[in-house]
C-alpha cells in the first residue's frame, strides 16, 4: 500500500487528469460546434480547480523530494522541481491564460490554440522526458491528451437536456459521432503506441507492474469504445424510433461510460504517481 504523501499525490494528480481533459474536450466541443453552446462556466471552474491541482501536485513533488509533508515549501528542493515541471507550468499557465481570452474576448482561434498548449504540456514531462531519446513521444502524448479530453467529455456533451428537442438532439448526437468514429481511433493507437514504447515491449507489458496498468487502461479504453459503436449503432436508432425510451438507454451507458472514465482515469493516475515505470 502506498503512504499517505504518495496517495495524496495519487489524488491530486487524478484529480489534475479530470479537470485537464475536461476543458481540452470542451474546447473541442466548441471548435466543432458539437454539444451545449454555452459552457463557459464550466470552463471557468475546470481551469481554476485544475490550477488549484496543479500547484499541489508541485507542492506534493517537492515533499517527496524532501521526505515528507514537512517539506512540502522548501524552496531549496523546489529549485530541482521548477527544473523538471518549468515547461509544463509555462505551458499549461500560457494555455489557462487564452482559454480566460476565449471565454472573455471571443478572438478567433483562441480555443484552438488553448487546447494545443494545454494537450502539449502533458508530453513536456513524466515517463517519455526520462527516456534517453523522446523523439517524437512528447508530440504522440499531446495528441493523445487532445483525443482524449474529446473523448472523456461525452457523458457531458451527450446526455439528454430537457432544453433541447428531440430533432436538435439526435443531429448533435449525430455530429459528435460523426467526429469521433474518425479521431477516436486515434486515442487507442497512440495509446497502444506509447505503452508499448513505455513498458519496454510485450514483455514489460506483461511482466512489470507498469506495464500491466496500460494493459489494463487499454482494456477498459476498449470497453468504452464497444459502448460508444452500441450507442451509434442501437441507441440513436432507439431514439428515433421511441425518444423517452432512447434517452433512458442513452443514459444507462453513458452512466457506464462515466464509470470507465473514472477508472481509466485512476489507472492513469496510480501509474504515474504510485507505481512508475521500473526498470524502463
Not at 2 to 9: I, K
Not at 58 to 74: C, D, I, P, T, V
Not at 104 to 126: T, W, Y
Not at 175 to 187: D, E, F, Q, R, T
Request: aromatic content about 10%; overall charge positive.
Amino acid at each position: 500500500m502506498p503512504d499517505m504523501l504518495s496517495f495524496t499525490a495519487f489524488i491530486l494528480q487524478f484529480c489534475f487528469y479530470a479537470t485537464s481533459l475536461g476543458l481540452v474536450g470542451l474546447l473541442l466541443c466548441q471548435i466543432l460546434s458539437v454539444g451545449p453552446r454555452n459552457v463557459h462556466i464550466p470552463m471557468v471552474l475546470l481551469a481554476g480547480f485544475g490550477m488549484v491541482f496543479y500547484v499541489g501536485s508541485l507542492a506534493l513533488s517537492n515533499a517527496k523530494m524532501g521526505g515528507g509533508f514537512a517539506a512540502m515549501f522548501e524552496p531549496d528542493s523546489f529549485v530541482w522541481v521548477w527544473r523538471i515541471h518549468k515547461t509544463q507550468a509555462l505551458l499549461l499557465g500560457v494555455g489557462l491564460a487564452v482559454v480566460i481570452l476565449n471565454i472573455a474576448l471571443k478572438i478567433k482561434g483562441a480555443a484552438l490554440l488553448a487546447a494545443l498548449l494545454l494537450s502539449a504540456s502533458f508530453g513536456s514531462v513524466g515517463h517519455v522526458q526520462a527516456l534517453e531519446s523522446p523523439g517524437i513521444l512528447p508530440w504522440v502524448v499531446g495528441l493523445h491528451v487532445l483525443v482524449a479530453g474529446f473523448w472523456v467529455v461525452a457523458p457531458f456533451v451527450l446526455w439528454p437536456r430537457s432544453d433541447v428537442d428531440k430533432s436538435q438532439f439526435i443531429q448533435g448526437m449525430e455530429g459528435y459521432s460523426a467526429v469521433a468514429k474518425y479521431i477516436i481511433p486515434v486515442l487507442f493507437v497512440a495509446g497502444l503506441f506509447l505503452a508499448w514504447i513505455l513498458a519496454g515491449g510485450i514483455e514489460g507489458l506483461l511482466t512489470q507492474p507498469y506495464g500491466q496498468l496500460l494493459v489494463l487502461k487499454l482494456g477498459l479504453v476498449s470497453l468504452v469504445l464497444g459502448l460508444g459503436a452500441y450507442n451509434k449503432i442501437v441507441v440513436t436508432a432507439k431514439l428515433k424510433h421511441d425518444y423517452e425510451q432512447g434517452q433512458l438507454a442513452l443514459k444507462r451507458t453513458l452512466s457506464v461510460d462515466i464509470a470507465l472514465f473514472v477508472l481509466v482515469l485512476g489507472v492513469i493516475a496510480w501509474a504515474t504517481t504510485i507505481t512508475g515505470t521500473g526498470s524502463h
